[in-house]
Nanobody, 119 residues
Framework: QVQLVESGGGLVQAGGSLRLSCAVSGRSFSGYIMGWFRQAPGKEREFVAAINWSGSGTSYADSVKGRFTVSRDYAKRTLYLQMNSLKTEDTAVYSC????????????WGQGTQVTVSS
């Protein structure tokens, strides 16, 4: 059974750093794109970053470029999101997701982890 489980969320002061993890299980994600999304209260879910599970290609939302870094460890079956220089507007529930290279829709989703940035 495919499962994505996020961890690492918490409370951090503005300007600080936090690293989120997404443990994947149930299948090989070779040929998949792994992404991070976030959703703040009262707002729609937005794209944050993505990476080719078996490669090095990455993409980022303009709002996080230069501050966030997405990476993955194939052997550990874990996706990461390193968040630096955090701002209060980064506060949201962060979720990891997966889609096949041939599609543009994310078919697998984790439950999410809360990130709260205080001033």
């Amino acid at each position: 059974q495919v499962q994505l489980v996020e961890s690492g969320g918490g409370l951090v002061q503005a300007g600080g750093s936090l690293r989120l993890s997404c443990a994947v299980s149930g299948r090989s994600f070779s040929g998949y794109i792994m992404g991070w999304f976030r959703q703040a209260p009262g707002k729609e879910r937005e794209f944050v970053a993505a990476i080719n599970w078996s490669g090095s290609g990455t993409s980022y939302a303009d709002s996080v470029k230069g501050r966030f870094t997405v990476s993955r460890d194939y052997a550990k079956r874990t996706l990461y999101l390193q968040m630096n220089s955090l701002k209060t507007e980064d506060t949201a529930v962060y979720s990891c997701a997966a889609r096949h290279l041939t599609t543009h829709e994310y078919d697998y989703w984790g439950q999410g982890t809360q990130v709260t940035v205080s001033s």
